[in-house]
T-cell receptor, first 111, second 115 residues
Framework: TQLLEQSPQFLSIQEGENLTVYCNSS?????LQWYRQEPGEGPVLLVT?????EVKKLKRLTFQFGDARKDSSLHITAAQPGDTGLYLC???????????FGTGTRLTIIP | EPEVTQTPSHQVTQMGQEVILRCVPI?????FYWYRQILGQKVEFLVS????????KSEIFDDQFSVERPDGSNFTLKIRSTKLEDSAMYFC?????????????FGPGTRLLVL
């Protein structure tokens, strides 16, 4: 069974600070997706990374896929209250159609 | 921007009753999925569907569950005899492709409560 562990589980920081959250596995994934989920809603896709070492930027968010495709990170620069939410990573694998979701990081940005 | 829609948003049912959850995937997508999320837990894969048949399913997706694409737009999940432990958010998703190139887009979910 493939598992994705996210850390930290909870993070609360002041507006304007930088932060990094991590998504780690002992297994290789062929691609990894990051989603953000609001309470009572479905996951909303932020980015998909498919190449080892790939870096993608989405405004103040920077996503990196590890060289070995076993881990990923999400870095937020100058966090804003609107960044508050549950961040989920989800991996897919060769020949499989399902997404394996991580445990999530609940981020709170304090104004 | 095209999106996945789901109905109803909330469903309350008595244990043992049948429920049907409905989804309209994004129109040009070929792969369809159901996931569930029990309160406070991870999102879990239930089933994937392609070309009018199940292509992959998890251990959770037992004989009580079935999926159907009754027409060109709807994709349904039926739970024949609901149990208390079926209470969860159920998410439908769709993608153009499957696997590593198939980014999945999720609907807003149906919150199912079994009493």
């Amino acid at each position: 069974t493939q598992l994705l562990e996210q850390s930290p589980q909870f993070l609360s920081i002041q507006e304007g600070e930088n932060l990094t959250v991590y998504c780690n596995s002992s297994s290789v994934f062929s691609s990894l997706q990051w989603y953000r989920q609001e309470p009572g809603e479905g996951p909303v896709l932020l980015v998909t990374v498919v190449t080892g070492g790939e870096v993608k930027k989405l405004k103040r968010l920077t996503f990196q896929f590890g060289d070995a495709r076993k881990d990923s990170s999400l870095h937020i620069t100058a966090a804003q209250p609107g960044d508050t939410g549950l961040y989920l990573c989800a991996g897919s694998n060769f020949g499989n159609e399902k997404l394996t979701f991580g445990t999530g990081t609940r981020l709170t940005i304090i104004p | 921007e095209p999106e996945v829609t789901q109905t109803p948003s909330h469903q309350v049912t008595q244990m043992g009753q049948e429920v049907i959850l409905r989804c309209v995937p994004i129109s040009n997508h070929l792969y369809f999925y159901w996931y569930r999320q029990i309160l406070g837990q991870k999102v879990e894969f239930l089933v994937s569907f392609y070309n009018n048949e199940i292509s992959e399913k998890s251990e959770i997706f037992d004989d009580q569950f079935s999926v159907e694409r009754p027409d060109g737009s709807n994709f349904t999940l039926k739970i024949r005899s609901t149990k208390l432990e079926d209470s969860a958010m159920y998410f439908c998703a769709s993608s153009v492709w499957a696997g590593e190139t198939g980014t999945q887009y999720f609907g807003p979910g149906t919150r199912l409560l079994v009493l």
